[in-house]
């Protein structure tokens, strides 16, 4: 079975600072893997996914992940965060090409500080 | 913008009330999901329709009731909730439940949720 964790359930960086959110996979076979973003009082977001080819992923809002597989990690970078980045992440993995599959993360909440 | 809609945003009923969270979507999606989720915790996953038919109950309690309408509207009707289901409901989308073969990875579309508290 899979499983997804995302290390650290907080992190605070300043505005303008270097974001890296951490997330780690488990899975026998090669995954389908997502993160997806939540802001205050709303649903949850897609920023990226990977499913196969490049291992380095672009998503929106300047957002890039990239899939080790030696490591299996994929992390979540921005080079340059904003005061709108306050959000909670959650990782996100999947073994099949079914929606229903997808196992969420615990999340990590961001915070930016000016 | 969201293209998946929710109504109501919030909600508030008593334990012996009965009412219904509404969903739609129009992005020809055939699959569509309602998830709960508590503060602080990520969602979990509760009903899953695909093509209009149930095909996943998450060994949910019968206090919770789906239904499909149609491809594009799905309800969760509520009865006799308890406090502890007070929480934010989430539906979602995707363009079918399995793409196996297709390669696309299955991504989820959500609405902004409708919030729930039991009193």
């Known amino acids: 079975a899979q499983s997804v964790t995302q290390l650290g359930s907080h992190v605070s960086v300043s505005e303008g600072a270097l974001v890296l959110l951490r997330c780690n996979y488990s899975?026998?076979?090669?995954?389908?893997l997502f993160w997806y973003v939540q802001y205050p009082n709303q649903g949850l977001q897609l920023l990226l996914k990977y499913t196969t080819g490049a291992t380095l992923v672009k998503g929106i809002n300047g957002f890039e992940a990239e899939f080790k597989k030696s490591e299996t990690s994929f992390h979540l970078t921005k080079p340059s965060a904003h005061m709108s980045d306050a959000a909670e992440y959650f990782c996100?993995?999947?073994?099949?090409?079914?929606?229903?599959?997808?196992?969420f993360g615990s999340g990590t909440r961001l915070s930016i500080r000016p | 913008d969201t293209e998946v809609t929710q109504t109501p945003k919030h909600l508030v009923m008593g334990m012996t009330n009965k009412k219904s969270l509404k969903c739609e979507q129009h992005?020809?999606?055939?699959?569509m999901y309602w998830y709960k989720q508590k503060a602080k915790k990520p969602p979990e996953l509760m009903f899953v329709y695909s093509y209009e038919k149930l095909s996943i109950n998450e060994s949910v309690p019968s206090r919770f009731s789906p239904e499909c309408p149609n491809s594009s509207l799905l309800n969760l009707h509520l009865h006799a909730l308890q406090p502890e289901d007070s929480a934010l409901y989430l539906c979602?989308?995707?363009?079918?439940?399995?793409?196996?073969?297709?390669?696309?990875?299955?991504?989820?579309?959500f609405g902004e949720g409708s919030r729930l508290t039991v009193l």
């Open positions: 996100a993995v999947s073994v099949e090409s079914s929606a229903s599959k997808i196992i």
């Open positions: 899975s026998s076979v090669p995954p389908y």
């Open positions: 979602a989308s995707s363009q079918v439940e399995n793409l196996e073969g297709l390669g696309a990875g299955g991504e989820l579309f």
């Open positions: 992005m020809g999606h055939r699959a």
